[in-house]
């Protein structure tokens, strides 16, 4: 069964999260703390207990680069951008990753050089954080498989983009949780990927949504406007409703 994900409604405002993120940072600490004080009465901290602390202190590093992402938004420049360079760029950078599990992307994108008035650094986040979720979502299978992207014109106003993964697919009681911050199945995930995206495309007057089977594979459709299209027709609306007195 297909299921459907609108979670806009979700999205948390910085100062709430900082909550969170404080939270998610303890617990790690907490771990680090007590094998500290370990080594000072005991002196014996195993090799094992060096790789806990390790991957602990990797945990909360990236938690707080996600964070920071979040909370101190680069300056922000809005430019008019070919949607599919931005497709391109991210998706060289993730390649060589893919190939590492034998996963291949497949590319259908219509001829047409689509343009959205966009924050490219924002937008290369957003596609940064899906592709890599297909990734990890197909790199514990057996052999590889294929993550298709495709764009296109949905309408006259807005394009649409689609990643399709092969993988293993999100169960449909963890649907509702999907954006949440923080939520995550993974061991090392952050769970902030996919409220980040939601945020930025919400930002952006898109939508995203998400679609899957577990088992089979999930698909996430981004839908955005076009450049040009949709400011002509809130001038066109501006002149109509609010005739300017003189
Ligand atoms: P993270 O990747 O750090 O876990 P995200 O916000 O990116 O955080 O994703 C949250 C959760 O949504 C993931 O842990 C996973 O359970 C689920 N998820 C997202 N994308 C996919 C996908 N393509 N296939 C399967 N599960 C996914
Ligand atoms: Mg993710």
Redesign the pocket.
């Known amino acids: 069964m297909d299921e459907l994900l609108r979670r806009s409604e979700k999205l948390t405002t910085v100062g709430q999260l900082a909550a969170g993120v404080a939270h998610e940072i303890r617990n790690p600490l907490t771990t680090l703390r007590g094998f500290l004080q370990l080594q000072r009465e005991t002196n014996r901290l195993s090799p094992q207990h060096n790789e806990i602390m390790l991957s602990e202190l990797d945990r909360i590093n990236l938690i707080v680069s996600e964070f920071l992402i979040l909370a101190k938004p680069q300056a922000v420049q809005f430019q008019i951008k070919s949607i599919r360079s931005i497709l391109n760029g991210v998706i060289s950078l993730l390649d060589s990753q893919a190939h590492l599990f034998g996963i291949e992307f497949k590319f259908e994108f219509e001829p047409e050089d689509f343009k959205v008035h966009c924050e490219e650094n924002q937008m290369k986040q957003v596609f940064i ?2 592709i ?3 990734i ?2 197909m790199e514990d299978g057996e052999d590889g498989g294929v993550i298709t992207i495709e764009l296109f014109q949905l309408n006259q106003e807005e394009i649409g983009i689609t ?1 399709t ?1 092969q ?4 169960p449909s009681d ?1 649907m509702p ?3 949440e911050p923080f ?4 061991e ?10 939601q945020g930025i495309i919400e930002g952006h007057k898109g939508m995203l949504e ?1 679609f ?1 089977k577990p088992g089979k ?2 698909r ?1 459709d981004i839908v955005l406007p076009l450049a040009g299209v949709r400011q002509q027709t809130y001038r066109y609306h501006h002149k109509e409703e609010e005739p300017i007195a003189d």
Do not use: C
Request: proline content about 0%; charged content about 15%; glycine content about 20%.
């Open positions: 954080n899906i890599k979720n297909a990890e979502a990643i993964d993988g293993i697919g999100i963890m949780k999907l954006g939520f995550t199945s993974k090392k995930g952050t769970g902030l990927g996919l409220m980040i995206s998400i899957s594979g999930t996430v």
